[in-house]
Every structure is written in C-alpha cells, then in structure tokens.
C-alpha cells in the first residue's frame, strides 16, 4: 500500500453546460474514512470519479492527483460485482487482475469474507446474493489489493442494518491499514461515524469538517415545538418547516428574528436539522425550488375512529415457494391514522408481505385482508403503492405521469401538484435524478387521496430536505385518517413511525413503538479518532 493523501482546491467538473461540481475544496488523508453526503444529483459520485481520475478537472487544482490506478479500489454504485460469477471466481478474477499470488489472495479474501459474513457462501453466484451481500461483495473486491485509495459509491444504500455494520468491519478495516477511504452516501447516522463529511447539495459544498463541526454551521436558527400545538401546525405549512415524529421543527433565516409562534423553542444540535436548513438556505439563495405541495394540513389532528376495523392486515400469513419458506406465521395490522414500519434484512420477506397484503401474491396459508375483505380490483382502488421499481412510465415526463394516474383514478391534478411536477420540464422521468423519481413516484401513488398508502423504501437516494417533505405530508395524511405501511433501512425514518414489526428469515422477530423494541437493550459506544 502506498499511502495517498489528496487536496482539491476550487475544484470544478462540468458536463457541457451543466456543472456537476462547483468549486470545491477539501482534503483526504491516510487511515481516515471521509463521508460525502447529498442526495442524488448532489456531485458526490462525480467528486468519486474525479478522485479515482475517470474525470479531468475544468477549474480549481488537485495535490496528488492522478494517483496510480493501481492503488485504487473502486466500488460504483451498482456494487461492481460479476454477477454470472461465484463470490471465489470474482475474488480470484480481482486477485489476478491486481497481481496478487495465489497465498495473498487466499489470506487477505479469508480475512474480510469473514469480516463481511460471506465466509459460508464463497460458491454461491453473486446474482444469487441479496442486495447487502452484493455489496459487501463490492467492498471486498475493492480493497482486495489493499490500495492506498479507497472509493465507495454509496456501499451501504438499501442495504439492512445487520449488513450496514458489516460493511462497517470493512470500511474501518481498510482506514485501520492506512488507508484513504472515501463513501458517498445518503444516510447522515453512517456520516456521523466518519472522520470528516462534506455536504453537498446541487454539487455545491454546503459545509464541511466533523460531525461537530457541521452542527455549528447551521445557518440562522432552528426552532422545534410539540405538533400538539395549534400553533405549529400553522406554522408546518410553511416553507422553511418540517416535521420528524411529533415534532415541528421551523428554520429561520433572519438572525435578528424571535422565535416563529408560541410554544416554540430552540432545536438542540442535530446533524439532519443543520443539513435540511442548509440545504433550504441554499434553495433561498438560487430562488429555483419548487416545494412538494402540501396537502391537508389545514385539517388538523383527528380523532380516528377504529371501530371500523384494520385497513389492512395480516393474520398468521405464510408463503412458500418450492421448498423456500419467504413467510412463516406473519402477523401484522394497520390502522386508520397509523403510520407503521416494516423493517428487516434483504430477503427477510418484507416485499413478498407487501404483495400479499395486496393481492398480488396468494397465501400458502393464512388470510390477508384489504378493508376488511380479500384484495381485489375494488378494495385496490383505495390504496396508493410505491414498489421499489417505482412504477413510473420512464419515456412520460414528470406531469405526464401524474396526469396518467390521476386519469386512472378519475380526478384532476390540482394546482400545486402540477406546478410541481411541471418544474421538472418535458424531459422523460428516466433522466430526472433517482430522488426525484421517487418523489414522483409518491405524488402518482397518492394524486388519488388513498385511504392506505403502501410505500417500499420510498425515500432511497433522497436527501435530507426532500426526505423531510416527504415524511411531512405523510404524517399529515395519517393525521388525517389514512394508514401508511413504509418499509425503510433508516432507522432515523423508523423512529418517525407509530408502530414497527421487524422481520427476519420470513419471521416477526420484535413487534412495537421504538420505546417498546430497544428498551430491553443495552449497547457500548466506543469513540476513537484512529481506526
């Protein structure tokens, strides 16, 4: 390993017109992991590609740049697996490209295929591999010839949190040999276990340094209050407001101004509230932001009436296929106004439940109840659902999407959501960023005012401001008496829903709030500059 240590200065990339990267200047050192944080479109993996010298600079300068090819490990976003290859043959196909003898090799891919929990599935092909194995596969073929520059393209996105700590053994194992590890993400609780991160939004750099450091350059001040209080739920209708779980939180762009409404106090320090104010300061600055619009909020905090039954629910539910059991004995209900989580691991059985409960997927045994009756073309009329595939027609521009499932369902786009969904122009939906896409996918899935919404990890590749708006309108619309059934691997998402079952191997493993899931837990937090 040769150590790599790299400085940017106004560091510039443009695509013809388009500037992906503007001016930014940081530095990366040996043995630290460094954590670029943005949604999609934010530059992050063309600061990656920039750094691994697949991109030429058009501004600014770079100390230690380019570095040799051969002391790089780079994993794309894609988790840069051969998938018609076994986990072995793509460890030996990287061993022999970078060099390594037959006893590194077999060493150095023991070691972290232990480090990584794919020690007992070193035949199986990496098609075969779920999501989180695939990238812990990636990670391991990056830095299989312990380069002195290590590159990850959001290694941990959509990837389970047994998975996510993992990929943690490898990423800190690679900084503790002296690496320079760099990881875009989108996930600010994986930011904070970095040594520094930069945010980045529209490939600008919104702030930089630790954890710490960030927090202190919250612009202006952050204001928080009880979404109790009739006056915050006036205030949530704003455009600098947002919403986690039942707090409001308002940011206040005037230095001089008091607080926004009574019964609202300052915000302890919190890296999502600094990175959403920072990233609507910069929307302020541009005047080019387009809101998702916000529905119902007017409304204000109902009494829902749960005589009438589940929405949805589950009832000792298995599903076999072949000799694979994907279910076993599930139960689950979600009520009107309830916004309930569905967590597990890649493959736990949390999309295979999803169609069940649909009626897209039959029982092997056990009921599935939609409003209280078995899922059919009318009971799905009431529902709004997001797969992960998005369900959006790719060639169709944003408002064309829109309009469409608002025509499916016999009613009109009102004004906000098509000035929303017109902001994004006439270009097709498959050349908008992955976070807008989703966006879209949502308002499609909701034009109609579902009575239940269903959404499969809704807010991937989302950055902190667009996944804060949209958790917004869906606390509004359980308050108001529809029922949300989300599947997530953020656990900061997780915490913002009123119930949450945990899945694993098919199985409901802990059932409940937050409180009533971690509270028999204990754990060790050991914090170290050095890896």
């Not at 018609?84 to 490209?97: C, M, P, Q, R």
């Not at 990837?159 to 503790?176: F, K």
């Not at 959006?392 to 098509?418: C, D, K, Q, R, W």
Request: glycine share 12%.
């Amino acid at each position: 390993m040769t150590p790599v240590t790299l400085r940017l200065r106004d560091a510039t990339v443009r695509f013809g017109d388009q500037t992906a990267l503007d001016g930014f200047t940081g530095t990366f050192a040996p043995g630290t992991v460094t954590a670029l944080v943005g949604g999609d479109g934010a530059g992050k993996t063309t600061l990656l590609r920039l750094l691994a010298g697949r991109l030429a600079l058009q501004g600014g300068t770079g100390d230690g740049l380019p570095v040799d090819r051969l002391n790089i490990g780079y994993q794309p976003a894609d988790a840069g697996v051969w998938r018609n290859l076994s986990v072995a043959e793509n460890i030996e196909f990287v061993a022999h490209t970078y060099g390594l003898s037959a006893e590194e090799t077999r060493t150095r891919s023991e070691e972290l295929l232990r480090r990584a929990g794919l020690d007992q599935v070193t035949t199986r092909l990496a098609g075969r591999l779920s999501g989180g194995m695939r990238r812990k596969l990636g990670v391991i073929l990056s830095t299989l010839h312990r380069p002195g520059l290590v590159l990850l393209d959001e290694p941990t996105t959509g990837v389970d949190p047994l998975s996510r700590a993992e990929l943690w053994n490898l990423i800190a194992g690679a900084a503790a040999d002296g690496a320079t590890v760099v990881f875009a993400t989108t996930y600010l609780d994986e930011a904070e276990r970095a040594n520094a991160l930069f945010l980045l939004g529209g490939g600008s750099l919104l702030a930089a340094g630790t954890p710490d450091e960030v927090m202190a350059q919250s612009p202006s001040a952050i204001w928080q209050s009880s979404v109790d209080n009739p006056a915050a739920r006036i205030e949530l209708a704003a455009p600098h407001a947002w919403r986690r779980g039942d707090m409001v939180y308002r940011w206040e762009p005037s230095t001089s101004a008091g607080r926004p409404a009574p019964g609202f106090e300052p915000a302890p320090g919190d890296l999502e509230n600094t990175s959403i104010a920072l990233l609507l300061q910069q929307n302020d600055e541009q005047g080019t932001a387009v809101e998702l619009p916000m529905r119902g909020v007017e409304a204000g905090r109902k009494d829902h009436d749960t005589a009438h039954g589940a929405l949805v629910q589950a009832d000792h539910v298995t599903r076999r296929f072949g000799a694979f059991t994907a279910l076993d004995g599930v139960s689950l209900t979600v009520r009107p106004g309830e916004v309930v989580g569905l967590l597990g691991g890649n493959g736990a059985g949390k999309t295979t439940l999803m169609h069940i409960l649909l009626g897209l997927d039959p029982p092997t045994a056990g009921t599935a109840t939609l409003f209280g009756e078995r899922p059919s073309l009318d009971t799905r009329r009431h529902i709004g659902y997001v797969a992960q595939g998005l369900g959006l027609y790719p060639s169709l521009s944003a408002i064309e999407n829109v309009e469409f499932a608002a025509s499916v369902h016999g009613v009109t786009v009102h004004g906000e959501m098509g000035e929303f969904a017109r902001s994004f122009g006439r270009a097709p939906v498959s050349a908008l960023p992955l976070g807008a896409q989703r966006m879209l996918a949502y308002l499609t899935a909701s034009v109609h005012q579902p009575d239940l919404l269903v959404l499969d990890e809704p807010t991937s590749g989302m950055d902190a401001l667009a996944r804060a708006r949209l958790w917004r309108d869906l606390r509004t619309l359980a308050d108001n008496g529809a029922g949300v059934l989300v599947t997530t691997h953020y656990m900061q998402e997780a915490a913002q829903c009123d119930r949450l079952v945990m899945l694993t191997a098919g199985k409901v493993t802990a059932a409940g709030t937050v409180v009533q899931i971690t509270g028999a837990h204990t754990w060790l937090i050991v914090t170290t500059y050095h890896w």
